[in-house]
């Protein structure tokens, strides 16, 4: 177990259809970032969060939002949902005292899956 | 912008053999860290090894050691004594306080 939480590990949902994958963050850690995975492709960056606030942001479609909450864990909204948007999505979240030490923990993965 | 080059999309290594994967990057950023993460099939990231740009010192974990040449902006990461767990997608990153770059991976297959 990382520490991240991402649920649910599976969805399964039609096209048009809204989602909302959520993530718990390691404990401690102040940043949570998404990714998107298509099969057999890298990780695309889709946006940062630090303590609640926006702080990056990638190459995430304007049908997809997020957000990060008072307690720290995060939702990734994706609507108007197209079999393109079938992939794997990481939460990642980082130690704010050394951000850039130690690399992202990421959870296990939401699959999402377009029918 | 940062970029980061994984020029091998395959590799396969013998079991117990020893197999070195390349992975290249271009920043003109002083500070900054290098990572290579493992993807099993299982999907689950999993951080392999790190070095930080100001040691000269190549990082070392167990069987899994990299060779970092500052200079010519390579990180290659090599992995002794291949076992069959190690068979997985494997990427490279860079991390500096602005930027988080993957590679587009490697997939290693290890033959028994």
């Known amino acids: 177990d990382s520490g991240v939480t991402q649920t649910p590990k599976h969805l399964i949902t039609a096209t048009g259809q809204r989602v909302t994958l959520r993530c718990s963050p390691r404990?401690?850690?102040?940043?949570v970032y998404w990714y998107q995975q298509s099969l057999d492709q890298g990780l695309q960056f889709l946006i940062q969060?630090?303590?609640?606030?926006?702080?990056a942001k990638g190459n995430i479609l304007e049908r997809f939002s997020a957000q990060q909450f008072p307690d720290l864990h995060s939702e990734l909204n994706l609507s108007s949902l197209e079999l393109g948007d079938s992939a794997l999505y990481f939460c990642?979240?980082?130690?704010?005292?050394?951000?850039?030490?130690?690399?992202?923990?990421f959870g296990s993965g939401t699959r999402l899956t377009v029918v | 912008a940062q970029t980061v080059t994984q020029s091998q999309p395959e590799m396969s290594v013998q079991e117990a053999e020893t197999v070195t994967l390349s992975c290249t990057y271009d920043?003109?950023?002083?500070?900054?860290?290098l990572f290579w993460y493992k993807q099993p099939p299982s999907r689950q990231m999993i951080l392999v090894i790190r070095?930080?740009?100001?040691?000269?010192q190549n990082a070392t974990e167990n069987r899994f050691s990299v060779n970092f040449q500052k200079a010519a902006k390579s990180f290659s990461l090599k992995i002794s004594d291949s076992q069959l767990g190690d068979a997985a997608m494997y990427f490279c990153?860079?991390?500096?306080?602005?930027?988080?770059?993957f590679g587009p991976g490697t997939r290693l297959s290890v033959l028994p």
């Open positions: 990642a979240s980082s130690d704010p005292l050394n951000p850039a030490n130690y690399g992202y923990t």
């Open positions: 404990s401690g850690d102040l940043s």
């Open positions: 969060y630090y303590n609640g606030e926006e702080r």
């Open positions: 920043t003109s950023e002083s500070d900054y860290y």
């Open positions: 070095q930080e740009a100001y040691k000269q």
């Open positions: 990153a860079y991390r500096s306080a602005r930027n988080f770059v």
